[in-house]
């Protein structure tokens, strides 16, 4: 049964592709960041939103993550449903890429999401790497 959640996240999107525009993107979440859900995928969906620090403490890493993981001068990897008043982004994980079109018959699901709508658990068939779990985890202690 398809929720809100779900249908925003298979939604359209705006592909975030040069490194500037990701600034920009996260400038804005920083600006506004009460009401903000981090849902990583394949674990349970959080109760509440993030506090206020917590969500800028969450971008500052992964926006780290990407720039030292995704080796290329251009980013493409993270999504946003409006990216001048985001309120949904999926980020896709730079050692799990696949095609997040779907072309290849399988589509790969973000690893991380951000929305200000409440989540519900996103599934993905590959295991979680304990390193990204542990890397989520150390974010929130």
Not at 33 to 43: I, K
């Amino acid at each position: 049964m398809e929720n809100e959640f779900s249908t925003r996240l298979n939604g359209q999107f705006h592909g975030i592709l040069r490194w500037q525009d990701l600034d920009a993107l996260w400038s804005r979440v920083r600006a506004e960041p009460e009401g903000w859900y981090a849902t990583l995928t394949g674990e349970a969906a959080p109760d509440a939103p993030l506090a206020a620090d917590d969500l800028k403490h969450l971008v500052a890493e992964v926006d780290a993550l990407l720039r030292r993981e995704h080796d290329y001068d251009y980013c493409g990897i993270v999504y946003a449903d409006n990216p001048d008043q985001p309120g949904f982004i999926k980020i896709y994980d730079p050692h799990n890429l696949g095609s997040s079109c779907g072309s290849c018959g399988y589509k790969i699901p973000p690893r991380w999401v951000l929305s200000r709508i409440k989540p519900a658990r996103i599934e993905d068939d590959a295991p979680l790497p304990n390193s990204r779990k542990r890397w989520w985890q150390r974010l929130f202690e």
